[in-house]
């Protein structure tokens, strides 16, 4: 049985161009020793069951537990998958080569090779994602994504343990750095054997270009520095992300803010997001537009948007990021003290940028979120952060990815909005009690429409509103005439003359 499981692996290897025939018996005899097996049985591996990649891998992980090869834990379950695949696919230069072959073709068809390469490997973890929940919602400023995420396995209590004990080490530096491209991982560290990353010349410096291993949607990329250097918005990001889509145009390319609150979870790495996805945010009207003095050659508008955002129109990359730099210097020295916006508390500093770039025909576009991180007693998470009537749904930090308008909630929701489902139709008589508000409200509105036909497209919908109210407090001018009026007073400071 175990020779038909790794002949199954190899052909499935085959069939989806991870390795050539030739190297057959080259990536058998890997696994077999993997497996501590020194001998192959033409005969017991004869057969086909038609199993896709992670299920074989599984099959040989229960394989290699049961007899004794690794430790029935999660760490070491991971890290065999990982050196097994590693068995199948090519070197990171053979890769690159064959990415930038279809590059000169075009980038689109590029990036879809290294794309259904990164799945097949199982470096990107498509069965897992598919157990996520995914849906979208149709709101006054388009239809905004909304994902629950269950793809990332909990860790079992064993991995943990061990964990504490083991050497602390700071290779690689972050889980980010390109030292992970084919690192074996350890226990508390994911594997990465079937890591590989795509070099990428960005203004004559090294940067890489990978898939997230978990990805929100399709072709959901990571652009990485070659240096573990912490992430700064300046005019140089503008000028890096607007160079990146020049490259490959049918992508967009973003950063998260670069400060506490407002940014991403990992800030000691410079690095960018993109893909090839058009979110609502991209698709959202102007809902104003205006001029600075100083720029002829770039069109300016305000978005039709839950949050701030500012939009630049230009053909001409230098113009862009020289307007994109002269309001990020506003900004990052404006304050407002009627909307609560106060730029530093003494050398600290509370106002910066979430950029994102992309590419229309021969125009390049550069979207400029203004963020500011101030805390209050009011509100210890953030001023302009998710606030405490929305946290029972979302209140993780907003990032590039909510803020272009898909929601990436926590797992618990998965059964709790069950269970909120359940109270409106009367089922149960009680939730969460961080739900219980929320619930009684939702009951009363849908007494004498829910169903159970309908109620679990009401409680999504519902859902998105939240999302949109968590969109909402981020801003840091509101959408009602206080708002408004500030938006406009901070525009009018952009005027050069």
Sequence with gaps: MIHQLVQQLINQAISAQLMEKQDEIYARNKILS??????????????????????????LIEYACAHKVIEDIFDDKEIFSSKLMNCLIPRPSAVNRLFFEKYHQ???????????????????????IR????????????????????????????????????????????????????????????????????????????????????IYYHEHCILLSEKHTDMKI?????????????????????????????????????????????????????DWTFEMSGFPDV??????????????????????????????????????????IISRT?????????????????????????????TSDAHPLGIFHPHEDVHH???????????????????????????VQKFILGEIHHVADYHSAWAEELKVRYKDVANQANVEVLVREEVGKKFLKVLEDAAVFKRDEKGKAGFYRFIRTLDME
């Design 393 to 419: 749904i979302k209140k993780e930090n907003i990032g590039l990815i909510e803020v272009m308008g898909l929601a990436v909630l926590p797992a618990r929701l998965k059964v709790e909005l069950e269970q």
């Design 131 to 214: 157990n996520n929940i995914e849906y979208k919602v149709d709101t006054d400023y388009g239809e905004i994504d909304i994902t629950v995420n269950l793809s990332k396995p909990e860790k079992d209590p064993r991995s943990i343990e061990l964990e504490q004990t083991m050497e602390k080490t700071d290779y690689p530096k972050c889980l980010l750095c390109v030292e992970n491209e084919g690192y074996a991982g350890r226990i508390g560290y994911p594997a990465r054997s079937n890591h590989r990353m795509i070099r990428v010349d960005l203004l004559g410096e090294d940067w890489y270009l990978q898939f997230s291993p978990y």
């Design 234 to 286: 300046c005019p140089t990001t503008f000028l890096q992300i607007i160079t990146f889509v020049e490259q490959f145009p049918h992508y967009f390319v973003g950063s998260n803010a670069d400060l506490p609150i407002v940014g991403g979870s990992i800030l000691s790495h410079n690095h960018y997001q993109g893909g090839h996805y058009e979110f609502a945010m991209a698709k959202a009207d102007s």
């Design 346 to 374: 003494g050398e600290t500093p509370h106002n910066t940028i979430t950029p994102i770039a992309r590419k229309n025909g021969d125009v390049f576009e550069l979207d400029l979120v203004l963020r500011n991180n101030r």
């Design 34 to 59: 993997l497996l501590h097996l020194t001998e192959f049985k033409e005969a017991e591996a004869a057969g086909e069951t038609g199993q896709d990649i992670p299920d074989l891998l599984e099959q």
């Design 106 to 128: 075009s980038p689109e068809s590029a990036t879809e090779y290294f794309y259904e390469f990164s799945k097949n490997s199982n470096y990107i973890q498509m069965k897992r």
């Design 299 to 340: 069109k300016c508008s305000i978005v039709k948007w839950p949050m701030s955002v500012i939009r630049l129109h230009s053909e001409q990359i230098s113009a862009l990021v020289e307007a994109g730099a002269h309001i990020l210097k506003q900004w990052q020295n404006y304050s407002d003290d009627t909307l609560g």
